[in-house]
């Protein structure tokens, strides 16, 4: 239970990456919150955001809002990535804990300013990386802790691999399964990756931007390998416009003795033991696991500001923090420049640029 009160507002821009998977609504779900105020420069994105949230102040500026609400948390809404640093700074200057939309930065270097800024002033930032919030993902890892598949030896994950398969896919939705592998095997060590636009290998020209700005992008086909501590690997793959249509979106988590799976939205979650067999399956059989479970969007969003509101209680990071949302770009940023540079590179990278706008000679 939450010991003090807050107060809340939004920062939306409707047209230019909206208010996100819906960032600006859980709080009138928490006792401890008041939501009074928002802030879209869209008069008609604006009212329907007053009208959905009840919130009793709307401002076209967010700078204003900040300046006269004296906030205590803001939801930093918009999917477009490329106004999310000037608009964390400007909270992080009004002393306002954030709760962030993914991907927070569409660069290193952003998001290592982000991450300083916010540490000096004290400020919490919890990142929409909702999965890891869900009660089924921390009962998973409970599971791995407790030795029931034995070692945890490889991650095999899955982007959507729908029209955005490849760079798109890898940003947009592989960003969820990367923070998910760190958060079962820690900090990763090295990567190598793959990267191809129509069965040649990318090169620096066929760098392009996402269908949203939410930084540079490339090829219709990505695959890496990251290598964590504990000879843990994690495999990842997205290709575009698979048949699946996103049912394979996912991660599954194998062990010594045992397999476990997770698909994209967290609302499915299974086992497989090696003392299961089902011929009608081939062989070893997926048992779904009767374990809790809360939806991606709606309970993650919840449980992501509650997660919020611990750490700013307790001076702890929340459970997806923006230190975790910069290591996820920081896997995938890897990727590129280990394709570009035809070998296994080191984790943290040491060039913070975008490695698919760094002129190599």
């Known amino acids: 239970m939450a010991e003090n ?18 960032l600006h609504m859980p709080y009138n779900q928490i006792g401890h919150i008041d939501f009074v ?61 954030i709760y962030c939309e993914k991907p927070m930065t569409s660069d290193l270097a952003s998001a290592d300013r982000i991450v300083s800024s ?13 999965g890891v919030y869900l009660p089924q993902m921390h009962a998973l890892h409970a599971i791995i802790a407790s030795g ?58 066929d760098a392009r931007e996402a269908n949203e700005p939410i930084g540079l992008i490339a090829g219709d086909f990505i695959t890496s390998t990251h290598y964590f501590h504990s000879d ?8 575009k416009n698979q048949l699946s249509k996103g049912r394979g979106y996912g991660l599954v988590l194998i062990g010594e003795s045992g397999r476990l799976a997770i698909n994209g939205d967290a609302s499915w979650v299974a086992e497989l033991n090696s003392d ?27 449980l992501a500001i509650l997660s919020l509101v611990d750490a700013i209680e307790n001076d702890t990071e929340p459970i997806s923090s923006a230190g975790d949302a910069r290591w996820a770009l920081e ?26 706008a760094i002129e190599r000679r």
């Not at 008609?44 to 959905?52: E, I």
């Not at 843990?232 to 290709?239: A, W």
């Not at 081939?282 to 969003?301: C, F, H, R, V």
Request: glycine share 12%; aromatic share 6%; charged share 20%.
């Open 37 to 97: 105020a928002l802030a879209d420069p869209d008069e008609g994105g604006r009212s329907k955001a007053l009208s959905d949230t009840q919130a009793s102040s709307g401002y076209a500026d967010y700078r204003e809002m900040l300046d006269k609400e004296s906030l205590d948390i803001v939801s930093v809404c918009p999917r477009w990535v490329d106004q999310h640093e000037e608009m964390l700074l400007a909270c992080v200057e009004a002393g306002c804990h």
């Open 331 to 356: 896997m995938i940023h890897g990727i590129y420049a280990s394709h570009l540079a035809h070998a296994r590179v080191s984790l943290p990278l040491a060039e913070r640029g975008h490695p698919l």
């Open 276 to 302: 299961v067999w089902s011929p009608w399956a081939g062989g070893l059989a997926w048992q779904a696991l009767d374990i809790p479970k809360s939806s991606l969007q709606e309970d993650g969003n919840r």
């Open 118 to 130: 916010a540490n000096a002033a004290g400020v919490k930032i919890a990142v929409a990386h909702q």
């Open 148 to 205: 029931q598949i034995g070692q945890l030896l490889a991650m095999e994950a899955c982007g959507k691999q729908d029209h955005r398969g490849g760079g798109e896919d890898t940003l947009v939705l592989g960003t969820h399964l990367f923070n998910m592998m760190r958060f079962f095997a820690g900090d990763p060590l090295s990567v190598f990756g793959r990267v191809c636009q129509e069965g040649r290998d990318v090169q620096m020209g």
């Open 5 to 22: 009160k807050y107060r809340a507002g939004a920062i939306g821009h409707t047209g230019r990456g909206n208010f996100g998977h819906r």
């Open 232 to 239: 843990v690997v994690g495999h990842f793959v997205s290709r």
